[in-house]
């Protein structure tokens, strides 16, 4: 019998541990396969937007940005993707820190075969999870559930809604949601929340005399220095 096989990338500077961790991912448990390695955190989210892993290990200090902004920056565009960091510094704040941004778990380097292995056999069992209610439910196509999350969007992109409140809505889990959707977009839907948002708000500035901050309620956003900064990240101009 083939088993699954999850798809790991892994980040971390210093080439001779990465490959180490590598090897011992594929002893501790056969499930899972390194699939990348990035030598900073930069070129660990670009390998992620390309490639979906299912988890993501990140050493904590490495150049560029640190794995502490790394597993921010994916759990805010890919909830549904695994993070588990690891580092040589065995200091409280960087576990916290790490659990804050919704890491599954931690661990110390020398990264310790039995320990890493209690962490993918029990990701192995959550992702499985996963996987079966991706498929129990054959009244709802994904397809169909996709096209309805966005309509959903397009009818209430204008209140405060989030994710979550979108994944309470179809009765579906944060994971699944956002695996069938980008899987059927190429989209996260927290990304295609926002994108839709200032595709609004860009018509907005240009045909109406409203202020910025009327815009900024208009598209869901209660903070008017949040719509701004939200704008030109993903425009590259300011509102205004």
């Known amino acids: 019998m083939m088993v699954r096989k999850f798809r790991v990338i892994i980040a971390e500077d210093e080439m001779m541990i990465a490959k180490n961790i590598a090897a011992n991912v594929s002893r501790a448990n056969e499930a899972f396969e390194v699939i990348s390695i990035a030598p900073n955190g930069q070129d660990a989210l670009a390998s992620v937007q390309e490639l979906l892993p299912d988890v993501l290990m990140s050493d904590i200090k490495m150049p560029v940005m640190d794995g502490l902004a790394l597993i921010a920056e994916v759990n805010s565009k890919f909830p549904s993707i695994k ?4 580092s040589g510094y065995d200091d409280f704040e960087f576990v916290r820190a790490a659990l ?6 931690y661990l110390l380097k020398p990264v310790n075969h039995a320990e890493l292995k209690v962490i993918l056999d029990r990701l192995e069992r959550e992702l499985l ?6 498929s129990a439910d054959r009244n709802n196509n994904p397809a169909e559930v996709v096209q309805r999350v966005i309509d959903f969007i397009h009818c209430n992109y204008n209140k405060p809604i989030s994710l979550s409140d979108i994944s309470s ?3 579906f889990s944060l994971s699944y949601l956002t695996k069938i959707f980008t899987v059927h977009t190429g989209t ?3 990304k295609y929340l926002k994108e839709h948002r200032m595709s609004a708000a860009k018509k907005l500035l240009i045909t109406s005399t409203f202020p910025i901050s009327k815009i ?3 598209v869901g956003y209660s903070d008017q220095f949040h719509f701004s900064k939200t704008f030109k990240n993903l425009v590259g101009k300011s509102p205004k």
């Open 83 to 86: 993070t588990v960091i690891f």
């Open 129 to 134: 999870a996963e996987m079966t209610e991706l």
């Open 216 to 218: 900024a309620e208009k």
């Open 100 to 105: 804050q941004n919704n890491a599954s778990d």
């Open 169 to 171: 809505q179809f009765g």
């Open 188 to 190: 996260p839907p927290s």
